[in-house]
């Protein structure tokens, strides 16, 4: 088994270095932006396909994925994973019952309510992996480092070239950043704003995934994330009042007790997005990026198929 870089230190990164260093290989971790200051650190982050494809692949990374949080809240009490029932509400012209999402076999105990508040019609109740991503990157950056890894704060101008002398792979997770460094204009931000509100006893998530923009509240152990947009083409990383002023009042609609929730914070993140997730071994660099507003719902999956290619 040989030395691998992995390039980028977000979920999609760290997760792709421990399955690397768990097959054997020597890992070593280069990234601009440590993990707490990744997009990675802003998500939200709930288990839920969204805003990435294609269709069939996304669904077998999400459901791997679904199973390997399951397994690490189980054991891992440290991590900052748990499994917690929510409710995904719908609204819907009709009493008609409707199709299941086409994500619902990845989950194993979806079912539909009528519980749901004023407005709308009904919903969907499901177990999801609700990852706190500040204490969850520091927990995957503490399993990279005892498995042997390293971690290195490196901004580059381009991959490092494989073999040579230099590592035997190269592994490509730099989400934006691949714009750059894959030379791949197909990536491109998809903004999105949260707002972080003081815990009120919400133990519940609450997800609208069909309104004019995401709408999700998402409890923590300290704080709740409330969101939040979703901005094709938006660059910037400054949160605006105005937009956060409308998010808490979208939010209100869907969760009422957050009703007078002291505000703690405001985060903005840009998604990696591209059309598909690119996930491919191209000689000896595996590129895998892309991954939209999903990347943490899909990191364990990606990680096992990326170590899969390099053997
Ligand atoms: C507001 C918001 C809410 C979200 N909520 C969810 C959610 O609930 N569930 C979910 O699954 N997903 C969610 N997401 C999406 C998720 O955050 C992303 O899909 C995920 O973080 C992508 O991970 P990544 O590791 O590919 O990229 P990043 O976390 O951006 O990491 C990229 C890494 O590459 C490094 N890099 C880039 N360029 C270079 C370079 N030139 N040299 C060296 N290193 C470089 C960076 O420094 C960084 O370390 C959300 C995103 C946002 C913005």
Redesign the pocket.
Known sequence: MGRVVV????????SCAVRLLEAGHRVDV??????R??????????????R?GPADRVLAWARASYDAFAAIAADQPGSGVRMQEGTEVVGRPSGLTREKPWWSAAVPDLRETVDVPAGYDGGWVFTAPL?E?PLYLDWLSAQVLSLGGSITR????GLPPAGGGGPEAVVD??????K??AADPSVRP?????VLVEQVGLERWWLDSASEGPL?V?PRSHDI?V???SVDGEWSRTPSPEVASAILRRALRLVPELAGAKVLGH??????ARPEVRLERVGDVVH????????????WGCAREVAELLG
């Open positions: 390039v980028g230190a977000g979920v999609i990164g760290l280069l990234a601009r932006d440590l993990p200051e990744t997009t990675s650190a802003v998500a939200a982050a709930i288990w839920y396909p969204y990435a990852v991503m490196l901004n580059l101008h997770c730099s989400g934006m950043g691949a750059f460094l998809v903004q999105g704003q949260v999700y998402v994330v969101g939040g947009t985060r903005v993140g840009l998604r990696p895998c990026y892309g991954h939209g507003g999903a990347g943490v719902t899909l990191s």
